[in-house]
């Protein structure tokens, strides 16, 4: 227990001296862009930035199932010989209404309509309903809709965070908050317009024919079509529903330039898929409209003068650096599910930062100096001993952030405090069990021996539930309350080691140089 090799205390020393250049980016600048050069990011309480709490539109999420189920449905029962029928979905209900002819056909209606409510569960999200008169109805139940919830909320948290990365933020926290509702926090980003543009767009990108003999000014478009109005705002165009080729079959979209005209335009590429299908499309309607709308507004309806086999395709549409570029992202990044709307927005000055960093450090510094001068007063030198572990102790929790790029919050820096206030315990009980040693007449060799021995399995028990609970807090929790989890998690591992190896090297090395008759403890 008192014995160190040669390779533990190299190894000991070499992880002390490890933490204090893991610290040292945080103090310095980066000397070549090649080193792995790995700071501490600070919060959106410590730096400024913007918050904005988003939901998601569940109204268009219940719509979109209920019109694909619908769709599915009269696939369904034409494959079922069902003779003449009606189906219309009604999202107030949550349901789709059929209508048959032949009232006996109910059963056979159902049969077929009830597997595509299964889901990847295993479970079936419809309930049916024969209300009489040849009438049956399919609603989407309570375990289905929240399933569905859930699904586009996480969809939706994967597309903002890849949307929120092509900007260039650096780190953003982006979090689940209820049933359906987003928490977007940008740190250093004081006017958020540009970002809550670009997540407020769905961003649904289709490839559609257009109908050049329709009358658009005609109070209703033709059956299987609809008049979407153009982006630049020159009118109406009638576009075909049927949607020939999906954005989601792109695979890459740039911001570029024309380089005959010099105007801004954005290039896209096809994955096998889409560049089948828009090769197929091409061939066949030479020399006619193509429209390119996107959330129900035609942004280009160019011409197609010869078939384009090859999967790429560019977007011109009076654009500039900026809308091309932000276009290009939202089609990276995929469409959303539904709509997102800004239920609050709030913005942190730097300022209210730079106040909360002072108040901050100037409490870590106090409580480091209280917990300090304790340890000195009442443990004498084996104190002091404890008081460098302890200084070590910030540097390898420090060093540990460092090296995973966290992000300091204001509820971290209290997570800090409060660590090194607990780090002294494990050197409390083993100061205090030396002393009981010594009263009980042990040489003082013995006593350390005896002492660190008693005091390991307390330490290990009581680290070990404290541990235990804030990784709890950190995967049931969210926000702020995670970065205190994580640097209290990080506090008792570091402290672990500064007490029971780094204490304990130093009062070994202390006494092997001194051999004292009593110790001063």
């Avoid at 309570?142 to 929120?164: D, F, H, N, P, Y």
């Avoid at 010869?306 to 091309?324: L, V």
């Avoid at 300022?351 to 004498?380: H, P, R, T």
Wanted: hydrophobic content about 45%; aromatic content about 6%; some cysteine.
């Amino acid at each position: 227990m008192m014995y160190f090799s040669r390779l533990k205390t190299a190894l000991v020393l070499g992880a002390c001296l490890l933490g204090i250049l893991l610290c040292l980016p945080n103090a310095l600048t980066a000397p070549a862009n090649w080193l792995p050069w790995r700071t501490i990011h600070l919060g959106l309480d410590l730096r400024g930035g913007s918050y904005l709490l988003m939901e998601v539109d569940m109204t268009t999420v219940v719509k979109e199932r209920l019109d694909g189920l619908a769709d599915a449905s009269r696939t369904a029962l034409r494959n079922a010989k069902i003779d003449r029928y009606v189906v219309t979905p009604q999202p107030e209900q949550n349901r789709i209404l059929i209508k048959l002819n032949d009232a006996g056909q109910i059963s056979a209606a159902q049969s077929a309509i009830t597997p595509l409510g299964a889901n990847a569960s295993g479970r079936n999200d419809l309930d049916f309903s024969d209300i009489g008169g040849g009438q049956l109805t399919a609603t989407l139940n309570a375990q289905g809709l929240k399933e569905r919830a859930t699904q586009a909320v996480e969809q939706s948290i994967e597309i903002v965070r890849r949307r929120i990365d092509e900007t260039g933020v650096v780190d953003p926290q982006i979090s689940r908050q209820g049933d359906a509702r987003i928490i977007v926090q940008l740190p250093g980003i004081e006017d958020p317009n540009r970002i809550k543009q670009l997540l407020g767009k769905t961003a649904r990108m289709t490839f559609r024919l257009t109908d050049e003999t329709a009358n658009v000014n005609a109070p209703v478009a033709p059956p299987g079509e609809d008049f979407l109005p153009m982006e630049n705002g020159s009118g109406k165009i009638a576009v075909r529903r049927r949607v020939e080729v999906d954005g989601a079959n792109l695979t890459d979209a740039r911001a570029g330039q024309n380089p005959q005209t010099g105007e801004w335009v954005v290039n896209f590429t096809f994955d096998s898929i889409g560049t089948r299908r828009f090769a197929d499309v091409s061939t066949k309607n030479v020399n006619h409209p193509f429209a390119i709308v996107l959330d129900d507004k035609v942004i280009s309806a160019p011409v197609i003068r010869e078939p384009i086999t090859g999967g790429r395709g560019q977007i011109s549409g009076r654009f500039d650096a900026a809308s091309a570029t932000d276009l290009s992202v939202l089609l990276r990044a995929g469409a959303l599910p539904a709509p997102l709307t800004v239920v609050e927005e709030r913005s942190v000055g730097p300022e209210l930062g730079a106040d909360s960093i002072k108040a901050g450090a100037f409490a870590l510094a106090a409580g480091l100096l209280c917990v300090m001068g304790y340890m000195g007063v009442f443990y004498g030198l084996f104190g002091w001993f404890a008081n460098v572990a302890l200084v070590f102790n910030l540097v390898l929790m420090m060093a540990i952030l460092s090296l995973f790029e966290a992000t300091l919050t204001l509820p971290g820096m209290a997570g800090i405090l409060l660590t090194l206030g607990m780090a002294v315990d494990a050197n409390i009980l083993i100061n205090e069990r030396i002393r009981e040693e010594l009263h009980a007449g042990r040489t003082p060799l013995s006593a350390m021996e005896n002492g660190f021995k008693r005091a390991y399995s307390t330490i290990i028990d009581s680290n070990a539930t404290a541990f235990l609970a804030h990784v709890m807090l950190f995967f049931f929790g969210a926000g702020p309350v995670r970065g205190f989890a994580v640097t209290i998690t990080v506090g008792i591992a570091t402290s672990m080691f500064t007490a029971t190896m780094l204490a304990r090297l130093m009062m070994v090395r202390w006494y092997s140089a001194n051999r004292p008759q009593t110790l001063p403890v």
